[in-house]
């Protein structure tokens, strides 16, 4: 039993640390507080999680807020904020960030071409920046429990829209064990198993693990 050579990190058409970025755009309190797609604490852990796994595999972080200078809003949530400690943090007026040229310079200054979006609300601050994304030649990928929308319709009906012109819809678990993709790589599966855990992960996982580990 044994794995394969490790493929092209900069070039797997899967996502791999070396290939992919990490796209955070508006978790403000009164995003958060309207959400109705998705219960809002699971909403909170789910993108935290997601924030930490950037950290863990080295993933370039792009964080963007609207209308906190402008004083109409509040800064990214604690949770997520104590989470991205370091990573600057572009404001904007515009509801689309990809029409901000700060936010669209710091996504670009990444080098990578596969952007795991994250956004609230599903049907504007992610579905108009996804769509532009895709238009340039870029991979998007829509984490869809870790973003939430106005409405259940809303959300569903942006990542429809998302994924009929391109996107390639992903889930929390899903993007950790994309990322991790072999046991074998054991300097991170301790930090992947506490986020597994720490989002929903189940016992069987932590069962197949520990199997591994015994050998």
């Given amino acids: 039993m044994a794995s394969l050579p490790i493929r092209d990190q900069q070039h797997d058409h899967l996502l791999t ?8 755009i508006d978790y403000q309190p009164v995003q958060v507080n309207s959400i109705a797609s998705m219960d809002r604490q699971l909403l909170v852990n789910n993108i935290t999680g ?3 796994m950037a950290k863990l595999y080295g993933l370039p972080i792009v964080l963007s807020t609207v209308n906190v200078k402008t004083g109409f809003n509040k800064e990214t949530i604690p949770q997520l904020k104590r989470e991205l400690d370091g990573v600057p943090s572009y404001d904007r007026t515009t509801i689309n960030s990809w029409e901000d040229a700060e936010f669209l310079a710091a996504v670009k200054a990444t080098g990578r071409k596969k952007l795991i979006m994250t956004a609230l609300w599903t049907e504007a601050c992610l579905s108009f920046p996804a769509l532009d994304a895709l238009k340039e030649g870029y991979e998007v990928y829509p984490v869809v429990d870790a973003v939430g929308g106005t409405s ?3 959300h569903e009906a942006a990542l ?8 390639q819809l992903t889930s929390v ?11 074998a790589r054991s ?12 989002t929903g992960g189940t016992a069987g996982i932590q069962f197949s693990y520990d199997r591994t580990e015994s050998k």
């Fill in 17 to 24: 640390p070396e290939n992919a970025a990490l796209i955070i």
């Fill in 160 to 167: 429809r829209r998302m994924e009929q012109a391109g996107a």
């Fill in 50 to 52: 997601v924030a930490r």
């Fill in 173 to 183: 678990p899903q993007l950790f064990c994309e990322l991790q993709r072999d046991w």
């Fill in 152 to 154: 259940l319709a809303a």
């Fill in 187 to 198: 300097a991170t599966v301790p930090g992947f198993m506490e986020l597994f855990i720490k």
